[in-house]
């Protein structure tokens, strides 16, 4: 069947985009129906009309997420695009359940939309009416904010995500919520009425993580066995010790088997892995396991950063103002001045640097309503420059500002005991491992370049488990 046999229905009660979809399908080759209530879409489809459907959510007459279960069950195999200016996760998620072939935002762009077109009319839509169970069961309160273009794209993928097992490798900077992400995929997935267990490699011990994650031979669990039946969620597998990855890449090859003791079954898990760091660059320095990654990354989600979707930043501030009045802080509001300069602001701790910034508000300043002084107060010992203002790039000011979004990741702004030797191994790893790369293995040298005794040089690269790059002969 060609595009000139081929019959596109186009719902939405906006007869502007009714007239410009019309015309774009009809120039390129297809028949064209449009209307403005869901009414006349279901009679054409119970009428054996069309070949897709594309509608928008609201109608005037119904919503076409209680429409889209009759047209599954009149016609099952016939692909519905839902276009919605609700540009939420709910939105979204909400489409995948109820059977839609695609989900676009508006406003859209003609191309992407005729690109999801003609993908939907090249293969036939399969819709599980199990996904209606999902649905019904969501707790409205979705726990993701924002209607950017970059959060579409997130909201998309989750959607994706939500029906199929997969392991997934969520990827963004400290802060952007990647752990809320994470929890979003198992509260939604076919795992929900399992356990979520996390486990922060950064803030665990090097020595204690084999153990906090396998467990030990005297009967104590792990977090791998705790979390059988659900999802288990590795915050941070950048900073996972080699040998620790070399031992998880076995029981998820299953080379090596954890047996749960209640069971007596080897744990059934999902595995989810978030980090901030570049793995591929932690895989050319010899700092994590090249086959692990790639049995990670089934699923790459990346998060945006907070200053590539500044326009979800009023959504995020009167957010986080209702959730800490919540808590019993003070109730405030916020003018736009204000808006526009935490617009203005580079965000090096993301999202969680901004909730700490409105809770440390809420509870330092009498003021109901929450003006640009009181921003610029508040911003003003902060050493995170404005978009477009960064000075000179020093070892010193990134540390700095490494620091402001690490301390802003945690509650109340503390990080775990342990922070001074974890951040001098996360600069001695790179550092002994890039020059060992540039001598050639070579560790007299190394060492001398470094300024390190080679006993010392030796010591380290056997407790940081750097891998040695051997000269050639």
Not at 397 to 410: I, P, Q, S
């Amino acid at each position: 069947m060609n595009a000139a046999t081929k019959k596109i229905i186009i719902a939405d009660d906006d007869s502007s985009i009714r007239l410009v979809l019309s015309q774009t399908f009809t120039r390129l080759g297809y028949q064209v129906r449009a209307t403005g209530n869901a009414a006349t879409l279901l009679k054409w489809v119970s009428e054996g009309e069309g070949d897709l459907v594309i509608t928008d959510v609201i109608m005037p007459d119904e919503n076409v997420f209680d429409v889209l279960p009759r047209i599954r069950k009149e016609r099952p195999r016939l692909p519905v695009i839902v276009m919605s200016a609700q540009n939420t996760l709910l939105t979204a998620v909400n489409a995948a359940d109820a059977g839609a072939f695609e989900y676009v935002s508006k406003p859209f762009d003609l191309e992407d939309i005729t690109a999801v077109a003609r993908r939907a009319l090249s293969r036939p839509a399969d819709v599980e009416a199990s996904r209606a169970q999902a649905r019904a069961a969501r707790d409205e309160r979705l726990p993701l904010i924002g209607r950017s273009a970059p959060m579409q794209e997130v909201y998309r993928t989750i959607a994706r995500l939500v029906g199929a097992d997969l392991t997934v490798l969520i990827l963004g900077e400290s802060g952007t919520g990647k752990e809320l992400v994470a929890r979003a995929l198992h509260d939604m997935g076919r795992r929900r009425d399992g356990r979520f267990v996390v486990i922060n490699l950064a803030a665990v011990p090097r020595e204690r993580v084999e153990t906090e994650l396998f467990g030990r031979n005297d009967g104590d669990i792990g977090k791998l066995v705790e979390a059988d039946g659900g999802t288990l969620f590795l915050d941070e597998i950048g900073d996972m010790p080699l040998d620790a990855q070399t031992r998880l890449l076995r029981v998820i090859d299953g080379s090596e088997t954890a047996i749960n003791p209640r069971t007596g079954r080897r744990p059934n898990v999902r595995i989810i892995a978030a980090t901030n760091r570049d793995l591929r660059g932690l895989i050319q320095q010899g700092l994590f396991r090249e086959d692990l990654y790639f049995r990670l990354n089934v699923a790459p989600l990346r998060i945006p950063p907070l200053r590539d979707r500044a326009e979800d930043i009023p959504d995020l501030a009167r957010s986080f103002l209702l959730r800490a009045n919540r808590e019993g802080l003070p109730a405030k509001t916020i003018d736009g001045g204000a808006l526009d300069r935490l617009k203005a602001h580079s965000w090096p701790g993301n999202v969680r640097e901004l909730e700490n910034l409105i809770r440390r508000i809420c509870a330092l300043y009498g003021e109901e309503l929450i003006t640009a002084r009181i921003i610029e107060l508040e911003l003003a010992d902060q050493q995170a420059p404005l978009r477009g203002q960064e000075g000179p790039v020093t070892l010193s000011g990134l540390v700095d500002r490494y620091l402001a979004g690490h301390f802003a990741t945690f509650p109340e702004g503390l990080p775990p005991p342990g922070l001074y030797d974890r951040i001098l191994e996360e600069v001695e790893r790179p550092l002994i491992a890039l020059t060992l790369a540039g001598t050639r293995g070579n560790q007299v040298r190394a060492a001398e370049i470094l300024g390190l005794n080679r006993n010392t040089l030796r010591k380290k690269i056997q407790d940081l488990g750097v891998e040695m790059t051997r000269a050639r002969r």
